[in-house]
């Protein structure tokens, strides 16, 4: 069964510095990756997603993540925080379509992001 | 282009009430998935709906149920309402991409039906 550990309930950074979000993922086979942030009460936007290939990913707002099989890691990175990046923040694995997967997706528990001025 | 659309956005219901919400699916998309989203967690998987069949489903009892129309639009409906079914119901929509072994079904969330149950 596929499963997903953020290990940081909760991370307070100042507006500048740098950020990183720990996820760790359990899986059968090569996972399909993703991240995603969710302002208060609104849905999920995806910020970035590892399929294959390069594993360092772009995304969106200046957000990258690297895929490191060896230890079952989908770390999430910026490099200057923002004020406006303030939100919570999931990781999440997908299955591959085919077979009996269909793509579900399975989140982790979230990261809650607080940035000081 | 519309995204995924759900109403409604807010809900009070009673135990052992039953309620309907509804999704729109983004154009193009034929997959709707459901996921709850109780407060302080991540969102979990409740079923997919593709074809207007149920095609996987999670650990969910059989209180909720679900229907997906020819327009691709889909309802989920919960019955006999219990006080932990207070969350919020995110619905997803996807299409098919990639080929083969490499294909995924790249979900697209709406902003979710906060259900309060009391």
């Known amino acids: 069964a596929q499963s997903v550990t953020q290990p940081d309930i909760h991370i307070t950074v100042s507006e500048g510095a740098s950020l990183e979000l720990r996820c760790n993922y359990s899986?059968?086979?090569?996972?399909?990756l993703f991240w995603y942030v969710q302002s208060p009460g609104q849905g999920l936007q995806l910020l970035l997603k590892y399929f294959s290939g390069d594993t360092l990913v772009q995304g969106i707002k200046g957000f990258e993540a690297e895929f490191k099989r060896s230890q079952s890691s989908f770390n999430l990175r910026k490099p200057s925080v923002h004020w406006s990046d303030a939100a919570e923040y999931f990781c999440a694995v997908g299955a591959r379509a085919g077979g009996t997967s269909y793509g579900k997706l399975t989140f982790g528990q979230g990261t809650i992001l607080t940035v000081h001025p | 282009d519309a995204g995924v659309t759900q109403s409604p956005t807010h809900l009070i219901k009673t135990r052992g009430q039953q309620v309907t919400l509804r999704c729109s699916p983004k154009s193009g998309h034929d997959t709707v998935s459901w996921y709850q989203q109780a407060l302080g967690q991540g969102p979990q998987f409740i079923f997919q709906y593709y074809e207007e069949e149920e095609r996987q489903r999670g650990n969910f009892p059989d209180r909720f149920s679900g229907h997906q129309f020819p327009n691709y639009s889909s309802e989920l409906n919960v019955n006999a309402l219990l006080l932990g079914d207070s969350a919020l119901y995110l619905c997803?929509?996807?299409?098919?991409?990639?080929?083969?072994?490499?294909?995924?079904?790249?979900?697209?969330f709406g902003p979710g039906t906060r259900l309060t149950v009391l």
């Open positions: 997803a929509s996807s299409l098919l991409v990639g080929i083969g072994r490499t294909s995924y079904n790249e979900q697209f």
């Open positions: 899986y059968g086979a090569t996972p399909y």
